[in-house]
Structure formats: structure tokens, C-alpha cells
């Protein structure tokens, strides 16, 4: 292992948690409820499945190495041109790219604490200088990260919202931000969780591009689309941008089911707005939940809320865990007392109040 660069010796490995058959098998419970990965708790939209049904008997050809179909689409959806797309394996996948496009050990890379957790790992593993600014009420602080600006800044992530706070940027407030960046430093806008946004309030961030040479807008199909499971996202970039990145990039890296799924999900307008409002009524009903319980929590703009639980968090985490409901710790995030919870179905929601307050009475 010292034959790897330290940046990568230095880093933890991806705390994913155990298939859920395999914690029902532990726990010897049955109707476990998954709130901790921020997912579409839909599933998979029915025009999705039919695509994918039609297309599995196709499998032993390689997938379209430049994703001709959904890029068309893309393009067509978003107002953008198709060589400004880079498709990926999931966004995490163009993230990381970018990374290995533009950083060297040379460099130094910029993002806000508590950020998503990607942004440090793909820095590292150059061997480039992670440098995290500390966040203002939660969230990315901009002035201070303009302010740790230096001659080796090479690029700076934005994650809008950001996981796992759900904290939230106005379009004035980034605009102001990326106009004062230097034209030799990127910007990556993580907008992940883009669709949640209210459409009033959503920045117009691809129309910024044309100006902005320097800017690389990264979205996911994983979130409100509902396929996570496949992975597929892509960044919007200048096209020279998109040229250097779809050099390196492996040539199948979007596999065909993911292409095609991207594609149907992208058609299928009612299933996104189902997801959004759905996402929206749980995230009143569980705000409204923590307010009757004196439970402080972070405002969010994703699909999930990151709740604070003081000290007892973790013990929490346990025992909501044994009632079947699995959260997401973010003590790796510097949020020790804070749990997040991903918005689910109103009975998986259900299933998380009751077995906080079950958690509660049982205390006193
Ligand atoms: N950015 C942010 C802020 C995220 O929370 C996530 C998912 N956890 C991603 C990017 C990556 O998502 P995916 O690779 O599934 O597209």
C-alpha cells in the first residue's frame, strides 16, 4: 500500500449500508423501511419498465458508445447543444472526470463542509489538496470559499442543494459567486437534487454556461427520476469542456439499459411531477413532525431532511435501526448529532414517526 499515492491511502472507504434482506435476516423483521439514501421512493415508473422490458432481449450488443439518443433528447428537453453533454455513470461518475480531466497533485480543490462526500474522495484520489471551507449556517459560504481562492486553485464544487443539509443557494447569490471566480478556476454545480427545487426558484444554470466558460452543470437521473439503481447523470459544460471530458471518459461507461431507462424517464413528465409532489407533502408532513416533537432540523430543498438528535443521535440511529427503519448517520459529514432522513412514502414516513416515538416513550 505505500506504493499508492497518500491522498488515496488517506481515504475511508464508502460507508454503504447492508442490503436490506440481509438486516431483515439479522434483525429477524420483514417490512424493513429504507429512508436513507435519498431515493425515489416511486420506484420505477412504469414507462421506464416497458422500456427496459422491451430492451433486455438486446443485451449482447454494446451500448451506443456516445449516447446518441439521449443526448438528442437532452439537448432537445434543456435548450443546450449536444456536445456540451458528458453522460456518465451516474453524476458520481462525471464528478470524478472532471476531476481527472483538470486536477493534478499539483493542485488544490475547493468545496464547502459538510459538502457531498464525492468531492473530497475524487481530489484525494489524484493526490490533489482537498481544502474545505467552513459553512455558514450549514451551508456552502461562498465569500469564504472565494476567499480561499489561491494561485493553485483548480477547481471548486457547489453542491445546489447540498447533501446532507438540503441547504439551498439563490440564483443571485451563485450568479454573484460565479462571476467572481477567475476564468482558470472551475466551477462544478452538483444540482442533484435540481428537480425538487420549486421551478420558480431553480437557477437557469445551463443558460449561464455560454458565458461562463468555466462552468460544468452536473444533474442525475437517480433522484426524482427514480434510477438510482442503474446509474446514469450527466454535466452540461462549454463544449470544449465536454470534448476533454468525453476523451477520457470510458466509451460505455452509461450501459444501455441506463440509456434507455434515462430516455424514458426523461419523456415521462407526469411520473417526475408525482415524484416532486409527493416529495413535497412529506417533507411538510415530517417538518411539521419535528416542530411538535421540539426537534431542530436543517431546511431542506432535496428529498430528505437532516434532523438533529443532539448527543443521543447515534444511540438513535440504533434503535430506530432495530424498529426496522434505516437512516443515514452523517457524523462522517462533522454532523454527529444530526441524522438524515430520505422523504419516503407516506406509510414509510409513518413507520419512521412511530418508531421515534415509540423510541421517546420508551426513555422515560
Ligand atoms: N451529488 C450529490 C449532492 C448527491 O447527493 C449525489 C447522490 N448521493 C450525487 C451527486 C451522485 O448521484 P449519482 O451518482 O447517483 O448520480
Redesign the pocket.
Known amino acids: 500500500t505505500s506504493l499508492a499515492l497518500p491522498g488515496i491511502r488517506e481515504l475511508q472507504p464508502y460507508q454503504a449500508g447492508k442490503p436490506i434482506e440481509e438486516v431483515e435476516r439479522e434483525l429477524g423483521i420483514s417490512n424493513i423501511v429504507k429512508l436513507a ?2 431515493e425515489n421512493p416511486l420506484g420505477v415508473s412504469h414507462a421506464v419498465k416497458q422500456a427496459l422490458a422491451k430492451k433486455i432481449t438486446e443485451l449482447a450488443r454494446y451500448p451506443d458508445a456516445n449516447g446518441f439518443y439521449l443526448k438528442t433528447a437532452l439537448a432537445e428537453k434543456f435548450a443546450i447543444e449536444t456536445n456540451q453533454i458528458t453522460l ?6 462525471v ?1 470524478e472526470l472532471l476531476a481527472r480531466t483538470y486536477v493534478t497533485d499539483q493542485h488544490e480543490v475547493i468545496f464547502s463542509q459538510h ?2 462526500m ?1 468531492y473530497p474522495l475524487v481530489t484525494k484520489a489524484i493526490g490533489a489538496k482537498p481544502v474545505a471551507v467552513p459553512a455558514k449556517d450549514y451551508g456552502h459560504d461562498l465569500d469564504a470559499m472565494l476567499a480561499a481562492i489561491t494561485d493553485k486553485t483548480r477547481m471548486i464544487f457547489v ?1 445546489n ?4 443539509t438540503g441547504t439551498f443557494l439563490t440564483t443571485e447569490a451563485l450568479q454573484a459567486f460565479i462571476a467572481k471566480v477567475p476564468k482558470n478556476i472551475l466551477v462544478v454545480l ?1 444540482e ?2 435540481y428537480e425538487y427545487v420549486p421551478s420558480d426558484v431553480r437557477a437557469p444554470s445551463f443558460s449561464w454556461i455560454s458565458e461562463h466558460s468555466n462552468l460544468i452543470v ?1 444533474r ?4 426524482a427520476y427514480g434510477l ?1 439503481g442503474l ?3 450527466f454535466a452540461v459544460s462549454n463544449a470544449k469542456v465536454a470534448d476533454l471530458m468525453n476523451r477520457i471518459r470510458q466509451p460505455f461507461n452509461m450501459n444501455e439499459l441506463a440509456l434507455t431507462a434515462a430516455m424514458a424517464a426523461l419523456g415521462d413528465e407526469e411520473f417526475l411531477e408525482h415524484s416532486i409532489q409527493v416529495n413535497a407533502e412529506g417533507m411538510a408532513q415530517v417538518t411539521a413532525f419535528c416542530d411538535a416533537r421540539g426537534l431542530s432540523y436543517i431546511p431542506s430543498h ?1 428529498n430528505f431532511i437532516t434532523i438533529r438528535f443532539g448527543s443521543e443521535a447515534a444511540a438513535i440511529n440504533q434503535k430506530l435501526l432495530q424498529k426496522g427503519v434505516i437512516v443515514r448517520p452523517v457524523a462522517g459529514y462533522e454532523l454527529p448529532e444530526h441524522l438524515r432522513v430520505s422523504i419516503g412514502l407516506p406509510e414509510e414516513m409513518d413507520a419512521f414517526y412511530r418508531a421515534y416515538d415509540e423510541i421517546i416513550a420508551e426513555q422515560s
Do not use: I, M
Open positions: 439514501s435519498n456518465g455513470n451516474g453524476s458520481n461518475d464528478l459538502a457531498f464525492v453542491a442543494p447540498n447533501n446532507p452538483d442533484a437534487y452536473t442525475t437521473f437517480s433522484k438510482a446509474r446514469a447523470g432535496g
